[in-house]
């Protein structure tokens, strides 16, 4: 593991923590609030904190690999809309 991989792992780790602190903690809060039978009693979601930590470690760190899987010398930003469109393209059927 190169230190430029971990780099970028801790990069989009903190990014996807901050940006679904701010979805869920702050903007969609009072949305959350409305619906006490949809989730769960905050004391039990923080029981569960530790394993969302480590759930996102694991995704920022597989999405930093596939990334790096296809990254070429060219333009980042035509890498970026390649790998988002990877993502979302639908599997061959055969």
């Known amino acids: 593991m190169s230190k430029r991989f971990l780099v970028a ?3 989009i780790f903190l ?3 901050v940006g679904s602190f701010l979805v869920h903690a702050v ?10 039978n949809l989730f ?4 039990d979601a923080e029981r569960y904190f530790p394993l969302m930590i480590l ?6 760190g597989a999405l ?10 060219k333009p980042w930003l035509a890498q970026g809309v390649r ?3 990877a993502l979302y393209r639908e599997p061959e059927r055969a």
Not at 55 to 60: Q, T
């Open 55 to 60: 759930a996102h470690a694991i995704l920022a």
């Open 40 to 43: 769960r009693p905050e004391a």
């Open 15 to 17: 990014a996807w923590m």
């Open 64 to 73: 930093v690999w596939i990334y790096a899987q296809g990254v070429r010398a």
């Open 83 to 85: 790998f988002v469109a």
């Open 27 to 36: 903007l969609l809060n009072e949305d959350y609030m409305q619906l006490p």
């Open 9 to 11: 792992w801790i990069i």
